[in-house]
């Protein structure tokens, strides 16, 4: 209950503190921190307008999309406490949970009939198609390293005493920084703020959509950032923290983190289409690492 809590409570300010770094690097005074979650409200209270065209499918794929997305906050910890839902193998379920989410955003993209909806749920497949193996790379390497198969337990069990594991640790969280920038479409794979279809990915498979239902997809993309920035901090989180420096240590990962997403979005521009696939398929290469990283900790190089 306190991760979902503390997740929740980031993913409140965690896009304001983006484009407030954004703004602050372009040298803008920019929007207050909280303007993303206005804008959200705004779009709650107004009705959603459907398509002639489509179906009840493209109705319910944003409550789906959500509920996936808080499904699996459940299953995350937070240091030695487990999240509502734990269970051996938990960290197979995270994985595809959150793709049968994905795969309703993706046929009520499709569901409309538009072409260009149908261009961009079809990369976006692509991408999350790419980005899994590198996600289960780094979680297997993990469940080595410490013997267990949840959540819980291989943060609890984890421990870093070693150059190796340092290093290890500081790739897993690499890994997944871009895991999140690839799953939220955001720079340098996708540019949130782009108006030509031609070059979208996310943003044109929601054009469709509109309030309720909209406000559902963004504010979903706000709790899948706080909730990889959740499983980031859990790597910092070792056993014997009291609540009172676990607390702390999780803000401020998720403040530093935000702050990564904004510089990044800030100097770097987006890759060419063609790039991005040898982009993500890089995050397997660095996984791989992690993997080997593992094995020399664990001494089963011969």
């Known amino acids: 209950m306190v991760s979902l809590l503390l997740i929740v409570t980031a993913s409140l300010f965690f896009t304001g503190i983006i484009i407030r770094t954004k703004s602050i690097l372009s040298g803008r005074k920019g929007p207050g921190i909280f303007q993303p979650m206005k804008d959200i409200w705004r779009l709650f209270r107004k009705g959603s307008v459907f398509s002639e065209t489509s179906s009840v499918i493209f109705q319910i794929a944003p409550s789906i999309y959500f509920a996936s997305v808080l499904m699996a906050i459940f299953l995350i910890p937070f240091g030695n406490m487990p ?28 569901d409309t009939g538009s072409s260009f909806s149908g261009m961009g749920a079809s990369r976006e497949a692509l991408y999350s198609l790419l980005v899994e193996p590198a996600f289960f790379i780094l979680m297997g390497s993990s469940a080595l390293l410490t013997g267990h198969t949840s959540f819980h337990e291989i943060f609890s069990s984890l421990h870093f005493g070693s150059h190796i594991s340092y290093a ?17 479409s955001r720079m340098p794979v996708d540019d949130p703020k782009t108006h030509l279809e031609l070059t979208m990915v996310h943003e044109v498979m929601i054009l469709d959509n509109s309030g309720f239902d909209l406000g559902l997809i963004h504010y979903a993309t706000n709790l899948k950032f706080a909730m990889y920035g959740a499983l980031i901090a859990n790597f910092f989180l070792t056993p014997g923290y009291e609540l009172y420096y676990s607390i702390p240590i999780f803000i401020g990962v998720q ?48």
């Open 83 to 110: 999240g509502i839902i734990s269970f051996k193998g938990d960290i197979i379920f995270f994985a595809y949970i959150l793709a049968l989410g994905k795969f309703f955003n993706i046929i009520s993209a499709l």
């Open 168 to 184: 290890v640790g500081t790739l897993a969280a690499l890994v997944l920084i871009i895991i999140a920038l690839v799953e939220n």
């Open 255 to 302: 403040i530093l983190f935000a702050m990564v997403v904004g510089f990044v979005e800030s100097f770097m521009a987006r890759f060419r289409m063609n790039h991005n696939p040898q982009f993500i398929i890089m995050l397997t290469s660095i996984s791989l690492l992690i993997f080997l990283g593992v094995l020399l900790i664990l001494g089963k190089f011969v």
